[in-house]
Nanobody, 127 residues
Framework: QVQLVESGGGLVQAGDSLRLSCAAS????????MGWFRQAPGKEREFVAS????????AYADAVKGRFTISRDNAKNTVYLQMNDLKPEDTAVYYC????????????????????WGQGTQVTVSS
């Protein structure tokens, strides 16, 4: 059974850090780019970051560039999102997703190309 499970969310103060994890199982992970997205109340789900399977460039939304870092450990079938200097506007449910097509850099930002999604983890940043 295909499954993506996020963890690591929580309630933090502005300026704090969190690391989100996304564990993949069921054959969904190997060979595919992975991404993180977020959805705040009343807003559409938006791209945060992506990482290719191996070679290629990561990509970030302008709002998180320089503060967030995406990485993956293919031996553990896990994708991470290190979030530093968190701001109240980062408050959202964060989702990891698998992209069904190869991509690199800004070519990975199209949400419509992601076909498997986790259930999300809540991140709340207080001011």
């Amino acid at each position: 059974q295909v499954q993506l499970v996020e963890s690591g969310g929580g309630l933090v103060q502005a300026g704090d850090s969190l690391r989100l994890s996304c564990a993949a199982s069921g054959g969904v992970y190997s060979g595919y780019p992975m991404g993180w997205f977020r959805q705040a109340p009343g807003k559409e789900r938006e791209f945060v970051a992506s990482v290719p399977w191996s070679a290629g460039r990561t990509a970030y939304a302008d709002a998180v560039k320089g503060r967030f870092t995406i990485s993956r450990d293919n031996a553990k079938n896990t994708v991470y999102l290190q979030m530093n200097d968190l701001k109240p506007e980062d408050t959202a449910v964060y989702y990891c997703a698998r992209r069904g097509y190869a991509c690199s850099g800004n070519g990975c930002k199209d949400i419509s190309r992601y076909d498997y999604w986790g259930q999300g983890t809540q991140v709340t940043v207080s001011s």
